[in-house]
């Protein structure tokens, strides 16, 4: 089933859209797409500005996923790109940016369930908006997960330091802190790394800040090292291609309790919440910390 539509006064021709994307749920395509188109308010401000790795599950969950960065000349001429030079590859990629409504659900239509902006914009791409701590269980409870934030926000609060947190929809917790591109990325990954191994010292036996999973089996890892320029996680608002169909969601410090879990937001009972609490994460590209006063304030 198709469906020819009208977003931003932009014509869009959405595909296959009884495509069943969650076989268990059976959630389809369509209902990603409505999810969308309603939570776009939401998600937006997140994405603004900010070049897209576009990760695809054009066949759902269970099918075969992929990156895709360069997007070449392949969008309508009405969608926002931005060639951004790739070290890696020694040429120019060519990035989707998503500004409005109407390339939101273009993106969900190639099949992107998660959404995935860089953490710096376009104006600044050498200077990121916010630091990403993103704790990554491996075997082991949620419930560490919890400590392990919960841990995270006493650093940042002898740091001084503001941080809002969300569940990554998947297994883990993301703790963004806003920057407002004042620093580059090195130091932004620095100060990452020093609140890491501040959050492994209170929390040695449950954490982990090694890379390699051999020396992390039973922790939560805290990684510190996706504060890197084209480096991206799901973002707030951001459903996931995991069972349930589960929402990345803002969360208020004090959720952080036994009882919560990742699988209780999904794309059909967020908005209840949204209804309840409004819109948790604005503060994460509000104004930015100061870096140098942080640093102090944690005896460094």
Same mark, same amino acid.
């Given at each position: 089933?198709?469906?020819?539509?009208?977003?931003?006064?932009?014509?869009?021709?959405?595909?296959?859209?009884?495509?069943?994307?969650?076989?268990?749920? &059976?959630?389809?395509?369509?209902?990603? $797409?409505?999810?969308? /188109?309603?939570?776009? !308010? #939401? @998600?937006?401000? #997140?994405?603004?500005?900010?070049?897209?790795?576009?990760?695809?599950?054009?066949?759902?969950?269970?099918?075969?996923?992929? *990156?895709?960065?360069?997007?070449?000349?392949?969008?309508?001429?009405?969608?926002?790109?931005?060639?951004?030079?790739?070290?890696?590859?020694?040429?120019?990629?060519?990035?989707?940016?998503?500004?409005?409504?109407?390339?939101?659900?273009?993106?969900?239509?190639?099949?992107?369930?998660?959404?995935?902006?860089?953490?710096?914009?376009?104006?600044?791409?050498?200077?990121?908006?916010?630091?990403? @701590?993103?704790? /990554?269980?491996?075997?082991?409870?949620?419930?560490?997960?919890?400590?392990?934030?919960?841990?995270?926000?006493?650093?940042?609060?002898?740091?001084?330091? $503001?941080?809002?947190?969300?569940?990554?929809?998947?297994?883990?917790?993301? +703790?963004?802190?806003?920057?407002?591109?004042?620093?580059?990325?090195?130091?932004?990954?620095? *100060?990452?790394? $020093?609140?890491?191994?501040?959050?492994?010292?209170?929390?040695?036996?449950?954490?982990?800040?090694?890379?390699?999973?051999?020396?992390?089996?039973? !922790?939560?890892? +805290?990684?510190?090292?996706?504060?890197? &320029?084209?480096?991206?996680?799901?973002?707030?608002?951001?459903?996931?291609?995991?069972?349930?169909?589960?929402?990345?969601?803002?969360?208020?410090?004090?959720?952080?309790? !036994?009882?919560?879990?990742?699988?209780?937001?999904? +794309?059909?009972?967020? *908005? !209840?919440?949204?209804? &309840?609490?409004?819109?948790? *994460?604005?503060?994460?590209?509000?104004?930015?910390?100061?870096?140098?006063?942080?640093?102090?304030?944690?005896?460094?």
């Amino acid at each position: 089933m198709d469906k020819d539509i009208i977003a931003n006064n932009h014509p869009l021709h959405l595909t296959n859209l009884q495509k069943v994307f969650w076989p268990k749920e &059976k959630i389809t395509k369509g209902d990603l $797409v409505e999810y969308y /188109d309603k939570i776009s !308010k #939401y @998600i937006l401000p #997140y994405l603004k500005d900010r070049p897209e790795s576009l990760l695809r599950n054009p066949n759902g969950i269970n099918g075969h996923s992929f *990156f895709h960065k360069d997007v070449g000349d392949m969008p309508p001429k009405w969608v926002k790109t931005q060639k951004i030079y790739s070290e890696s590859n020694e040429e120019d990629i060519n990035y989707l940016v998503c500004q409005d409504k109407a390339t939101l659900l273009y993106m969900v239509n190639l099949g992107c369930i998660e959404i995935n902006p860089w953490f710096s914009r376009i104006k600044s791409l050498d200077k990121p908006d916010l630091i990403a @701590i993103d704790l /990554d269980p491996l075997d082991i409870d949620f419930e560490a997960v919890i400590e392990t934030a919960k841990g995270v926000k006493e650093v940042l609060d002898r740091a001084k330091a $503001v941080g809002y947190c969300k569940t990554s929809g998947a297994t883990g917790i993301h +703790i963004y802190i806003p920057l407002n591109a004042k620093y580059d990325y090195e130091i932004a990954k620095e *100060f990452a790394h $020093v609140i890491a191994q501040e959050v492994h010292e209170l929390l040695p036996d449950t954490t982990s800040i090694e890379r390699l999973t051999k020396f992390r089996k039973e !922790k939560v890892y +805290i990684d510190f090292l996706q504060n890197r &320029k084209g480096q991206t996680l799901a973002g707030a608002y951001s459903a996931r291609p995991k069972a349930g169909a589960t929402v990345s969601t803002p969360l208020e410090w004090k959720e952080l309790k !036994k009882g919560l879990t990742p699988e209780q937001f999904n +794309i059909k009972n967020i *908005f !209840k919440r949204l209804e &309840k609490k409004g819109d948790l *994460f604005q503060g994460a590209i509000g104004k930015g910390v100061n870096i140098l006063k942080c640093m102090k304030n944690l005896g460094y």
